[in-house]
């Protein structure tokens, strides 16, 4: 029979660690699928729709295949207004975006701006490889590069520190009494 007292605290213990992990990956997941729902929600546009928008007054910057209207943020930008003029300009903003580093924090904060995206994407330096790869008749076998795996063994812990709690308080506690 199972003591209540013990199965209690056993949880009581393990509660702040499961939490923690819980919350993350739910907030991790939820996070993802406001975003894929707005994108599901969002106009599409053309590349050429967002050069009609690079002023002062009216400012949209097209960002891994991402429409953003940054109007409201030019004053606000660390780098200044003219950085984000001049990537608006450029077309597509996505490597004067990358190159600079920015924060997990500016990452979130692009969601608020999100408009919509760009119908038929291709990334610049995807066009770039494809093009060299077709005008290219000598073919190199180098290795591919495997994608990097995003496991997070945290909620694993806590389920193996969870059943060796609850094996403890069970089947060694029946044997102490």
Known sequence: ????????????????LFSISVSLS??????????????AEAKK?????????????????????????????????????????????????????ETVGHSSSAETMMEGYLIGSVDGYVAPNMAAESASR???????????VPPTSSFNPLPLLVIVLAVAAWYYFTVLSKNKE
């Not at 910057?61 to 001049?86: A, M, S």
Request: glycine content about 4%.
């Open 1 to 16: 029979m199972i003591n209540t007292n013990q199965t209690l605290r056993f949880f009581l213990l393990l509660h702040p």
């Open 26 to 39: 739910l907030f991790s997941k939820l996070r993802t699928l406001i975003c894929e729902d707005i994108m």
């Open 45 to 97: 546009f053309s590349a050429s729709d967002v050069l009609l928008h690079t002023t002062r007054d009216d400012c949209w910057l097209l960002i891994r295949g991402k429409v953003y209207d940054v109007t409201k943020f030019l004053d606000d930008h660390p780098g200044g207004e003219e950085v984000i003029l001049q990537a608006s300009a450029s077309g597509d903003a996505t490597d004067a975006f």
């Open 134 to 144: 077709d005008s290219s008749s000598v073919k190199t076998n180098q290795p591919a």
